[in-house]
Nanobody, 126 residues
Framework: EVQLQASGGGLVQAGGSLRLACAAS????????IGWFRQAPGKEREGVSY????????RYADSVKGRFTISHDKAKNTVYLQMNSLKPEDTAVYFC???????????????????WGQGTQVTVSS
């Protein structure tokens, strides 16, 4: 069974950086996508970014483009989300999730994802 472990959250001042990590294991299929989602109090869960195992395709939500970068270390089975120029509105619990097996293409819609890790809190102070 696919298991995902998110880590790296914390408290940072506006303008600062954090790197989240999602350690993944248990994939039966080689084709999958790992996505990052976030949920702030009182708000719906929002897709932030994803990366595919097949060709490394990535996608970002408009709200994080140019500030966040997703990457995949296949040797470590870990997906990273580098978050720079953080803003108070980035405060949320961040989750990683897996779309496995990946058939065709995926999206930033949470219903596309089959497996979810626990969240990690990111708090950006103003």
């Amino acid at each position: 069974e696919v298991q995902l472990q998110a880590s790296g959250g914390g408290l940072v001042q506006a303008g600062g950086s954090l790197r989240l990590a999602c350690a993944a294991s248990g994939f039966t299929f080689d084709e999958y996508a790992i996505g990052w989602f976030r949920q702030a109090p009182g708000k719906e869960r929002e897709g932030v970014s994803y990366i595919t195992s097949t060709d490394g395709s990535t996608r970002y939500a408009d709200s994080v483009k140019g500030r966040f970068t997703i990457s995949h270390d296949k040797a470590k089975n870990t997906v990273y989300l580098q978050m720079n120029s953080l803003k108070p509105e980035d405060t949320a619990v961040y989750f990683c999730a897996a779309d496995s097996p990946l058939v065709g293409f995926t999206s930033l819609r949470d219903y596309e994802y089959d497996y979810w890790g626990q969240g990690t809190q990111v708090t950006v102070s103003s």
